[in-house]
Every structure is written in structure tokens, then in C-alpha cells.
């Protein structure tokens, strides 16, 4: 029987050097700036702080996202990100339309 995602996730996470962990521990937080982060805090915000939400593609190559990406970032704006299909056509959250 395969392992299920669980048990391959605990596999992994006991595999991660401390530089991993504390990594992921700041993308998870807010404070690291990186293409797989989902939330971004600049002084001393919390989550429930956000009003700014982020449309951007799975891949971070859109120049259109990655422009206000830069932008939130220089003025500290703290985000949230939902990446979505970027693509004319696809499944869009409600969300976003």
C-alpha cells in the first residue's frame, strides 16, 4: 500500500535542514519575500490586517502581476496572494470576476 500524503509530508519535514525549515516557517509567517509566498506583513501587520489581495499567476511570470507585485513591495503594502489561471480562458474564482 502506498504511503498516504500525511506520512510522506511527516517524511519530508523530518528530511528539512534548519535553513529549510526556517524558511518555510518565514514564507507560512508573512515575513519572507518569494514567489511561493501567500501572505506578505510589513510592520507589525497580522493577516487580519490585509485589505490588499494579489491576483497572480501560478507560475510568477506574468510582467503584469510581477509590476504591482513590486510596487506593494517598495511601498510595504501588506498582501495577500490567490493565484488563479491567468489564461483567457479557464476557471476564475468568483473572486476575481
Known amino acids: 500500500e502506498p504511503p498516504s500524503w500525511e506520512a510522506l509530508g511527516d517524511k519530508l519535514r523530518g528530511q528539512q535542514t534548519d535553513e529549510e525549515a526556517g524558511f518555510r516557517e518565514r514564507l507560512a509567517g508573512g ?8 501572505l506578505r506583513l510589513f510592520d507589525g501587520d497580522t493577516a487580519d490586517d490585509v485589505r490588499v489581495k494579489l491576483y ?3 507560475a510568477a511570470w506574468c510582467p503584469y502581476c510581477q509590476k504591482v507585485w513590486l510596487v506593494l513591495e517598495e511601498k510595504r503594502i501588506s ?3 490567490e493565484k488563479i489561471n491567468m489564461r483567457c480562458y479557464g476557471d476564475k474564482p468568483k ?3
Open 31 to 38: 515575513t519572507e519575500h518569494n514567489a511561493l509566498a501567500m
Open 56 to 58: 497572480r499567476d501560478h
Open 79 to 81: 498582501y495577500e496572494i
Open 95 to 97: 473572486s476575481y470576476v
